[in-house]
């Protein structure tokens, strides 16, 4: 049985900081990986994307140079360090298998969802 299961969300004020991790259980971690974030009222938006080998990330433009995905292969592991947060960084936040397509960060056709770690952040 597939799982994904993410930690590390919470509230902070704009500005600040949140590490969000994602561990993965019963599949091949041998994919690229990423976070996606879902605000209410609005649709599934990609945040990051990196490869296995972790040489390739993928951002959205919107979080360009605040986040900072990593893995660790040997945990089945993701993290998104995120900082400088802003209002509009609100989400509920996923991890799943991931590709990126002409820039657009997309979830793969097998993606697994967990029940995500919600951030919000206040102005």
């Known amino acids: 049985q597939v799982q994904m299961v993410e930690s590390g969300g919470g509230s902070v004020q704009a500005g600040g900081s949140l590490r969000l991790s994602c561990t993965a259980s019963?599949?091949?971690?041998?994919?690229?990986m990423g976070w996606f974030r879902q605000a209410p009222g609005k649709e599934r938006e990609g945040v990051s994307c990196i490869t296995w080998s972790g040489d390739t990330p993928y951002y959205a433009d919107s979080v360009l140079g605040r986040f900072t995905i990593s893995r660790d292969n040997a945990k089945n592991t993701v993290y998104l360090q995120m900082n400088s947060l802003k209002p509009e960084d609100t989400a509920m936040y996923y991890c799943a298998a991931c590709g990126s397509v002409a820039g657009v960060i997309l979830p793969s056709s097998v993606a697994h969802w967990g029940q995500g770690s919600q951030v919000t952040v206040s102005s």
């Open positions: 019963g599949l091949t971690f041998d994919t690229a």
